[in-house]
Structure formats: structure tokens, C-alpha cells
């Protein structure tokens, strides 16, 4: 079973990490979803695939009433990303979905109708949770072509989606990155073969360095904080990516 950790809390503004699924079988990649709570609105970040539905909801009920989440933000199309949609929009049909325009009529083919879905420009937009505002960051080809982070400026979280997503073998059950050489080592076939442009990749890393950052928050493997930010990202911006050793 999965479960809700709080990795960051200040009044009622605060983030849950559900993660790490011991009965997940194995033919499924690991997933990391998160929510933000901002009073008495919520968002869910990345709410994954249909068949992890059950153990993400059960572990979310355990800290907080999922009546009070109005909105799902998907950093893009990938079904570990948002084939649950359908299950979600069952539980509550009044649910908005965010994601990339160039998305927005492929992703109702996991649920949904037109109303469902705010469709976020290239450049990225704000989108509220509460009285707070989160800002949609643009991430284009890492590894999607209509791909977000969500930057959260008070907690100074970064949720990176598929970038900084590690591959970790059974073991490796930790909440964040304690030994960064060790847990990039579990990063790096990933990121060379998922993320297709060298250019996009400069941008991001340019983009997200005048960033504030406490954590950067992946949607696989382990969180990385405090220094290992900028450890992640000067890391990524010298790696090679979109290769394909034949
Ligand atoms: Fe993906
Ligand atoms: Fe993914």
C-alpha cells in the first residue's frame, strides 16, 4: 500500500508525497503523486495510472478529505501520468483537469468532456490552489512535447514531472536523495534516452537555475533537496540526452 508523507507544512498550506507501492506489481513503473492543500482547496499533481488508482485514493483519504480537491494538474499526456482521470471524474465529476493545450484533445480519450480541462498555454500560466498562486513552468521535449513543472513560490518546491525521475531498484525505498552519486546513477539511462533535445534541456536548466528551490520534486525515484538541486541541474545540463546507443 502506498503511503501520504508530508514533505513540507506551514499553517495550512502543505505538500503530501505519496509514494513507493510494495504490492505494485512489477510490470508497472513506480510513481510519486503529490497534492498540494492550501486551506480548504487542493490540487493533485501527476494522479497516475488506473490500475495504481485505488492505492493513491486510500492513501490520500488517510490524510486528507479528497472532496476538497478541485483540480489535477498533468504535466502531460503519459498514461503513468493520467489514465486514472476517468476514476477521479467518477468520484468527482466537478474536477478540472490542467494540461498542455497541445493535450487537451487526446487527453479526454483517458475521461472527461470539454469542460473538464484548462488547457495551459506554451509559455506556462498561474494556477491557483486556494489563496495561493502555483505557476505552470514550461518544459517542452523533457520528455513531452507539451510538457509543465509546477513551481510552488512560497513552499519553493519545483515539481519536475519526468525530469529528475530515477529508476530505483527494490531496496531503494527512500523519501528523498541521501547519497546523490550513488541515486544518479539510477537517473541517468532515463534521462539519456527520455529526453530528446539538447536545447530544451539547456533552456530548462537556464530557466529553473533563477529559480528559489528547496526541493525538486520528480514523479519517479526520490526528492531531491537543499544542495542536491543544484546538483540535479548542473548534472542534467552536462549530460548528453537524446541518444540511442544501437
Ligand atoms: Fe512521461
Ligand atoms: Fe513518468
Not at 486528507?64 to 483540480?71: E, F, V, W
Not at 505557476?135 to 515539481?159: C, Q, T, V
Amino acid at each position: 500500500m502506498k503511503t501520504a508523507q508530508a514533505i513540507y507544512e506551514n499553517g495550512d498550506h502543505r505538500w503530501l508525497a505519496i509514494v513507493r507501492d510494495p504490492d505494485r506489481p512489477g510490470y508497472l513503473v513506480d510513481t510519486n503523486e503529490y497534492l498540494i492543500s492550501v486551506g480548504d482547496d487542493a490540487m493533485l499533481l501527476d494522479p497516475g495510472g488506473s490500475e495504481i488508482f485505488p492505492a493513491v485514493f486510500s492513501a490520500l483519504c488517510a490524510e486528507y478529505d479528497p472532496r476538497r480537491i478541485s483540480k489535477i494538474f498533468a504535466s502531460h499526456q503519459d498514461p503513468d501520468v493520467a489514465s486514472s482521470l476517468s476514476m477521479w471524474l467518477e468520484f468527482n465529476p466537478d474536477l478540472k483537469c490542467c494540461v498542455s493545450w497541445l493535450w487537451s484533445s487526446f487527453v479526454p480519450h483517458y475521461g472527461g468532456t470539454g469542460d473538464t480541462f484548462i488547457t495551459i498555454p506554451d509559455g506556462g500560466m498561474d494556477i491557483p490552489v486556494g489563496r495561493e498562486q502555483m505557476r505552470a513552468i514550461p518544459a517542452h521535449y523533457l520528455h513531452s512535447s507539451g510538457n509543465f513543472n509546477l513551481y510552488d513560490p512560497k513552499a519553493k518546491i519545483l515539481f519536475s514531472g519526468d525530469i529528475g525521475a530515477a529508476l530505483l531498484p527494490p531496496g531503494e525505498t527512500g523519501l528523498f536523495v541521501e547519497n546523490f552519486d550513488r541515486h544518479i546513477a539510477y537517473a541517468e539511462g532515463f534521462h539519456r534516452r527520455w529526453m530528446g533535445s539538447e536545447r530544451a534541456k539547456r533552456d530548462w536548466c537556464a530557466r529553473v537555475s533563477d529559480m528559489d528551490i528547496d526541493m525538486l520534486c520528480p514523479q519517479h525515484g526520490a526528492i531531491y533537496r537543499g544542495e542536491d538541486v543544484r546538483r540535479f541541474i548542473d548534472w542534467f545540463a552536462n549530460l548528453e540526452v537524446g541518444l540511442v546507443k544501437s
